[in-house]
């Protein structure tokens, strides 16, 4: 067994304890060694969204496959932890994407239906599996994100891409403890969920039997927020005071520089 499938080992056996898989999404290298160094960190994922908007993209496969990989490829070569990859939907080919991110060093991806046809999906989560069995695929069914929330059908889309061979269903934009509850009994595998401000906190998650939770690119907005806001206060009152908490200029250049 190679080290990158045993990454994959390790992660897929995340989705089963002990405790739920908290992954906090990056988008660049200095954002996935400074996290990959936290207590409690075991794993690195990215954000397309936020890859994406960082190289001037809005998400939705609008960025192309291979820039998405390029920084996907950066990260992966700069941790020691296993990473999994945000790959939208496949980018009209999910077994070559699939390849694509294994030869770039990740060992899981998630994969979006985008609300569309179920059974395309499916098929899309076959073409991957068979192309890079070793894969820990995060298979994303989107209705309650796109606005229709649809309880039986999210559950039958679920045990479909688990029988198609995804090791886990990701269910973005449900919030409720009741209903994740009810997913997390219904669907006879891990299932994920998005963090979002109002989601149930990591304890509740993990009573309620969620297996996986991601803040998405929810990270990378509020750094945003936070830059907007800080450089706001320096161009309105001329103070610098709000750069206090920067990460020292030398301690991340030290922590990059081992990485090389």
């Not at 695929?137 to 059908?153: C, K, M, Q, S, V």
């Amino acid at each position: 067994m190679t080290s990158q499938e045993r990454k994959a080992e390790a992660l897929r056996g995340l989705h089963h304890g002990p405790g739920i898989l908290v992954l906090t999404n990056v988008s660049t290298v200095a954002q996935a060694v400074l996290l990959s160094e936290l207590p409690g960190c075991r794993a690195i994922a990215t954000s397309s969204a936020d890859v994406a908007n960082q190289l001037g993209y809005p998400d939705g496969e609008r960025i192309s496959r291979d820039e998405m990989l390029d920084m996907v490829r950066r990260i992966a070569a700069a941790v020691d932890l296993p990473v999994t990859a945000d790959l939208e939907a496949g980018y009209g080919d999910a077994a070559a994407t699939a390849r694509a991110a294994w030869d770039a060093g990740v060992v899981g991806l998630n994969l979006e239906d985008s609300a569309g046809s179920a059974d395309e999906h499916v098929e899309r989560v076959r073409a991957a599996r068979a192309a890079v069995p070793a894969l820990v695929i995060n298979a994303r069914t989107d209705l309650y994100l796109a606005g229709r929330p649809d309880f039986d059908e999210t559950v039958r889309r679920g045990v479909a891409y688990l029988e198609a061979g995804a090791d886990c269903v990701f269910v973005p934009g449900v919030t409720d403890a009741e209903t994740i509850g009810r997913l997390a009994e219904a669907i006879a595998g891990p299932i994920s969920v998005l963090a979002m401000p109002s989601t149930p906190p990591v304890a509740e998650l993990e009573r309620l039997g969620v297996a996986r939770v991601s803040v998405g690119s929810g990270l990378g907005r509020a750094a945003l927020a936070w830059t907007r806001d800080a450089a706001a206060t320096i161009l309105a009152e001329g103070s610098f005071e709000t750069l206090a908490g920067a990460v020292p200029f030398g301690d991340l250049g030290a922590l990059l520089e081992r990485r090389l």
